[in-house]
């Protein structure tokens, strides 16, 4: 688990839809810096996460 406070685009749009965030770790914990960097394994995690939302979702619409 990870805990944040970032608000994002999501807070916005929450006002008017459902909205969620996928949050991925930062090498070392550095985010939100020039040095972020995100290994390609939690990149691959995080975009599957993100695909399998959208299929369920699209499936539980139609």
């Known amino acids: 688990d990870i ?3 970032a608000g ?3 807070f916005w749009i929450a006002d008017v839809a459902p ?3 996928i949050m ?3 090498v ?3 985010s ?3 040095d972020e960097e995100i290994s390609s ?3 691959i995690a995080g975009t599957n ?3 399998h939302a959208v299929l369920e979702t699209a499936i539980i619409e139609n």
Do not use: F, Q
């Open 3 to 5: 805990c944040s406070g």
């Open 8 to 10: 994002h685009d999501a």
């Open 19 to 21: 909205s969620a965030m």
């Open 24 to 26: 991925c770790p930062c």
């Open 28 to 30: 070392d914990g550095i």
């Open 32 to 34: 939100h810096n020039e």
């Open 41 to 43: 394994e939690w990149a």
């Open 49 to 51: 996460v993100l695909l």
